[in-house]
C-alpha cells in the first residue's frame, strides 16, 4: 500500500471510479476497501481526489458522500437541467416485440406469461418487463387453476396513450387478418401445400 495516494498515478483509481458509476446506492468505505484491496484511509483519500478533481473540472456530477457511503450524483448546478430532462414528454419508442406483446395483452387480457409465450412462440419475460416499467400492463390478478399464475392487463395509461375510453373501443382484430381468398393466394404463392 502507498502512504500517499497519487489520484494521478494509482491504477486502482479506474476501479473505483468503475465500482462506484455501477452503484445503485452510496458504497460504504468499507465495501470500497474490500473491493479494491486497500485501506478504508486510503480509499476514503482517494475518493476525496476524486471529488475535488470533479469540482476542478467543473463536471456535471459530483462524488458525494451520503448515507454512510459515496456515490455519484448530479452536480446541485445543474438541478434546472436535470429537472427538465425528467419532466420533459420525451416519446419513448417501443420495439416490435414489444408492441406484439401489448397488443396481445390488449386483445386477450386478462392473460399470463406463459399464454403470451404459446402466442408469440418466445419467451416474453423480458419485454412484460418493460411494459410495467412503462406503466402500459400491469398485474389484474392470478389464473385460478393450477399454479395461479399472475395474469395481466392493460392499465389506464394504456388507454390514455391511445386515446381510447376502454379496451372495447379497440378495432376488432378481424381488421388486420386478411380474408380466406386472400390468404389462399398467399399459400399459393409461397406453394404451401394445404394438405
Same mark, same amino acid.
Given at each position: 500500500?502507498?502512504?500517499e495516494?497519487?489520484?494521478?498515478?494509482?491504477?486502482?483509481?479506474?476501479?473505483?471510479?468503475?465500482?462506484?458509476?455501477v452503484?445503485?446506492?452510496?458504497?460504504?468505505?468499507? *465495501?470500497?476497501?474490500?473491493?479494491l484491496?486497500?485501506?478504508?484511509?486510503?480509499?476514503?483519500?482517494?475518493?476525496g481526489?476524486?471529488?475535488?478533481?470533479?469540482?476542478?473540472e467543473?463536471?456535471?456530477?459530483?462524488?458525494?458522500?451520503?448515507?454512510?457511503?459515496?456515490r455519484?450524483?448530479?452536480?446541485?448546478?445543474?438541478?434546472?437541467?436535470?429537472?427538465?430532462?425528467?419532466?420533459?414528454?420525451?416519446?419513448?419508442?417501443?420495439?416490435?416485440? /414489444?408492441?406484439?406483446?401489448? /397488443?396481445?395483452? /390488449?386483445?386477450?387480457?386478462?392473460?399470463?406469461? /406463459?399464454?403470451?409465450a404459446?402466442?408469440?412462440?418466445?419467451?416474453?419475460?423480458?419485454v412484460?418487463?418493460?411494459?410495467?416499467?412503462?406503466?402500459?400492463?400491469? *398485474?389484474?390478478g392470478?389464473?385460478?387453476?393450477?399454479?395461479?399464475?399472475?395474469?395481466f392487463?392493460?392499465?389506464?395509461?394504456?388507454?390514455?396513450?391511445?386515446?381510447?375510453d376502454?379496451?372495447?373501443?379497440l378495432?376488432p382484430?378481424?381488421?388486420?387478418?386478411?380474408?380466406?381468398?386472400?390468404?389462399?393466394?398467399?399459400?399459393?404463392?409461397?406453394?404451401?401445400?394445404?394438405?
Amino acid at each position: 500500500m502507498m502512504d500517499e495516494p497519487d489520484a494521478e498515478r494509482d491504477p486502482r483509481l479506474r476501479a473505483l471510479e468503475a465500482v462506484l458509476l455501477v452503484a445503485d446506492e452510496p458504497v460504504p468505505l468499507s *465495501e470500497l476497501a474490500d473491493v479494491l484491496e486497500m485501506s478504508i484511509a486510503h480509499v476514503d483519500a482517494l475518493c476525496g481526489q476524486l471529488a475535488q478533481s470533479y469540482e476542478d473540472e467543473s463536471r456535471g456530477f459530483v462524488l458525494a458522500r451520503v448515507a454512510g457511503g459515496y456515490r455519484y450524483q448530479t452536480h446541485p448546478a445543474m438541478a434546472a437541467y436535470v429537472e427538465r430532462f425528467i419532466t420533459d414528454v420525451r416519446v419513448a419508442r417501443l420495439s416490435a416485440a /414489444a408492441l406484439e406483446t401489448l /397488443a396481445i395483452v /390488449a386483445y386477450k387480457q386478462p392473460i399470463s406469461r /406463459a399464454q403470451l409465450a404459446l402466442i408469440r412462440g418466445v419467451n416474453v419475460d423480458g419485454v412484460m418487463r418493460t411494459l410495467v416499467q412503462r406503466g402500459y400492463v400491469a *398485474e389484474v390478478g392470478n389464473d385460478p387453476g393450477p399454479g395461479q399464475a399472475v395474469l395481466f392487463g392493460t392499465t389506464r395509461l394504456f388507454l390514455e396513450h391511445l386515446g381510447i375510453d376502454s379496451v372495447a373501443d379497440l378495432p376488432p382484430v378481424a381488421d388486420f387478418v386478411p380474408g380466406a381468398d386472400i390468404m389462399e393466394a398467399l399459400e399459393a404463392g409461397l406453394g404451401v401445400d394445404g394438405r
